[in-house]
């Protein structure tokens, strides 16, 4: 089945460094990647619509500046935070649409969990 | 606002018997829906969706039940197996084009017990 593979599953870094987390769809082409993040006991929350060649799509209250967005190819999104702090700790999750145009389908990445110290 | 409400952050359930996990949405425009099974620092796992032109999904031990009437949903396992425990998450989508479509708007979760 469609899979999207997503690295590190685990990043511990100090605080002011940047940390880039990487989805890679295995055996489809994912035109569109939605980048996800959840707090402890809360649900997952969208940040932002990642579409191949063209800029990512942010959710309000998302700085763009801080969690950069890169769909370079139809197989690779990746998610870079930017000057992290303890506040950015959290586990983030990549999601595709397996099928584009069809309404269900999505796959989920293993997460990532971030901890800046 | 939260559009898709888990009003249970928890559930325990004996094993062998039914799971029932409840979700209600506000937005109208939702007509599709899904549930995922969530393991602790893992990816959601998709187990089972369901159109709004349908009232019922079946698959296996898994049923989802939509009221759109009262925009509830709710998923049904049975019988529960200790291997059922994990945060199960509703989600939904609706279908329309433009900025935000096909976007994925995730309830709270409800933590699933199974007690053997």
């Known amino acids: 089945g469609a899979v999207v593979s997503q690295h590190p599953s685990r990043v511990i870094c100090k605080s002011g460094t940047s940390v880039k987390i990487e989805c890679r769809s295995l055996?489809?082409?994912?035109?569109?990647m939605f980048w996800y993040r959840q707090f402890p006991k809360k649900s997952l929350m969208l940040m932002a619509t990642?579409?191949?060649?063209?800029?990512?799509?942010?959710e309000q209250g998302v700085e763009k500046d801080k969690f950069l967005i890169n769909h370079a190819s139809l197989t690779l999104s990746t998610l870079t935070v930017t000057s992290a702090h303890p506040e950015d700790s959290s586990f983030y999750i990549c999601?595709?649409?397996?099928?584009?145009?069809?309404?269900?389908?999505?796959?989920f990445g293993s997460g990532t969990r971030l901890t800046v110290v | 606002d939260q559009q898709v409400k888990q009003n249970s952050p928890s559930l325990s359930v004996q094993e062998g018997r039914i799971s029932i996990l409840n979700c209600d949405y506000t937005?109208?425009?939702?007509?599709?829906f899904l549930w995922y099974k969530k393991y602790p620092a893992e990816g959601p796992t998709f187990l089972i969706s369901?159109?709004?032109?349908?009232d019922k999904n079946e698959d296996g031990r898994f049923t989802v039940f939509l009221n759109k009437s009262a925009k509830h949903l709710s998923l049904h396992i049975v019988p529960s197996q200790p291997g059922d425990s994990a945060v199960y998450f509703c989600?939904?989508?609706?279908?329309?084009?433009?900025?935000?479509?096909?976007?994925?708007?995730f309830g709270k979760g409800t933590k699933l017990s199974v007690i053997p």
């Open positions: 055996d489809f082409q994912a035109t569109t």
């Open positions: 369901i159109s709004s032109i349908k």
């Open positions: 937005n109208s425009m939702f007509d599709y």
């Open positions: 999601s595709a649409r397996i099928r584009p145009g069809a309404n269900y389908g999505y796959t």
């Open positions: 989600a939904a989508s609706a279908t329309y084009s433009g900025a935000g479509s096909y976007q994925l708007t």
């Open positions: 990642s579409n191949e060649g063209s800029k990512a799509t942010y």
